[in-house]
């Protein structure tokens, strides 16, 4: 099992900047390829970027779609069991519920993912 715990989520004005924070624990952090989803009220939930798993290696694969390219970066602190999505130029549209997950699978833009956090609202004045 891996339980994972998000934190950093708050009201932001548009135009502005969150870090989303997921602590890992449970098992080997580095084993697990990380993903961030989010659900807007009303809406289904949206993949919205993946970092592969790995230990000791220059750098990480990611993956995002292309609602948050170029706003949105994953990274991922082995040493802190940890990976962050840092949220800039944030929309009202980007309001969400963000979820952290994990998954054993190593196909880094599937949206399969075996453990989820309880999520951390985002919301974005405009």
């Known amino acids: 099992q891996v339980q994972l715990v998000e934190s950093g989520g708050g009201l932001v004005q548009a135009g502005g900047s969150l870090r989303l924070s997921c602590a890992a624990s449970g098992r080997t952090f580095s084993d697990y390829r990380m993903g961030w989803f989010r659900q807007p009220p009303g809406k289904e939930r949206e993949f919205v970027a993946a970092?592969?798993?790995?230990?000791?290696?220059?750098?990480?694969?990611?993956y995002y779609p292309d609602s948050v390219k170029g706003r949105f970066t994953i990274s991922r602190d082995n040493a802190k069991n940890t990976v962050y999505l840092q949220m800039n130029s944030l929309k009202s549209e980007d309001t969400a519920v963000y979820y952290c997950?994990?998954?054993?699978?190593?196909?880094?833009?599937?949206?399969?993912?075996?453990?989820w956090g309880q999520g951390t609202q985002v919301t974005v004045s405009s």
């Open positions: 997950a994990a998954s054993r699978l190593a196909v880094l833009a599937s949206a399969r993912f075996e453990y």
């Open positions: 970092i592969s798993w790995g230990a000791g290696i220059p750098s990480y694969r990611t």
